[in-house]
T-cell receptor
Framework: GAVVSQHPSWVICKSGTSVKIECRSL??????MFWYRQFPKQSLMLMAT?????????EQGVEKDKFLINHASLTLSTLTVTSAHPEDSSFYIC????????????FGPGTRLTVL | TQLLEQSPQFLSIQEGENLTVYCNSS?????LQWYRQEPGEGPVLLVT?????EVKKLKRLTFQFGDARKDSSLHITAAQTGDTGLYLC??????????FGSGTRLQVQP
């Protein structure tokens, strides 16, 4: 089946620093990738839609200048959390869309971000 | 208000018991998906239901899509400790991204 990887799997950083998270589709090309955030004991919430070669589309309430998304190739999207603060600590999960008769999204294993 | 309401929020049962998880909405969907997520991992797709009234089986898991395509249920027969996890229903609201339900956290005790 289709595989999506994320790197790093976990990261701890100091408040005010920036952190980059990578999302790769390993065996298929994805023109569209998605970034979700999941707080403890909660469900996944969509942050933004990442489109290859164009600007990302952000959900209401998600600051585009804080969460920078780049989708430079058909297999790689990156999320950079700029000037991270403790409230940004969360589980960040990406997914890549495999187009077909019924579109299917394949999820990465997630990245646990802890901001001290 | 959440688009997809799941119930119960939390369920703790003994191994061998049966259980049903519900996913309800007031909206109509062309399809609905069920995922299972284990701690520290991304969600894994279990099934996609498309037709109103459709029933799909995956080993001990039975999924049903409501006749009106507004709700769905997941029934697990003879639960095992390996079934422990967060069960999420999800729909595509037309923007290709998924909207997830509130989730049901299942714990199966040995």
């Amino acid at each position: 089946g289709a595989v999506v990887s994320q790197h790093p799997s976990w990261v701890i950083c100091k408040s005010g620093t920036s952190v980059k998270i990578e999302c790769r589709s390993l065996d298929f090309q994805a023109t569209t990738m998605f970034w979700y955030r999941q707080f403890p004991k909660q469900s996944l919430m969509l942050m933004a839609t990442s489109n290859e070669g164009s600007k990302a589309t952000y959900e209401q309430g998600v600051e585009k200048d804080k969460f920078l998304i780049n989708h430079a190739s058909l297999t790689l999207s990156t999320l950079t959390v700029t000037s991270a603060h403790p409230e940004d600590s969360s589980f960040y999960i990406c997914s890549a869309r495999l187009a077909g008769a019924i579109d299917t999204q394949y999820f990465g294993p997630g990245t646990r971000l802890t901001v001290l | 208000t959440q688009l997809l309401e799941q119930s119960p929020q939390f369920l703790s049962i003994q191994e061998g018991e049966n259980l049903t998880v519900y996913c309800n909405s007031s909206s109509v969907f062309s399809s609905l998906q069920w995922y299972r997520q284990e701690p520290g991992e991304g969600p894994v797709l279990l099934v996609t239901v498309v037709t109103g009234g459709e029933v799909k089986k995956l080993k001990r898991l039975t999924f049903q899509f409501g006749d009106a395509r507004k709700d769905s249920s997941l029934h697990i027969t003879a639960a095992q400790t390996g079934d422990t996890g967060l069960y999420l229903c999800a729909v595509d609201t037309g923007r290709r991204a998924l909207t997830f339900g509130s989730g049901t956290r299942l714990q199966v005790q040995p």
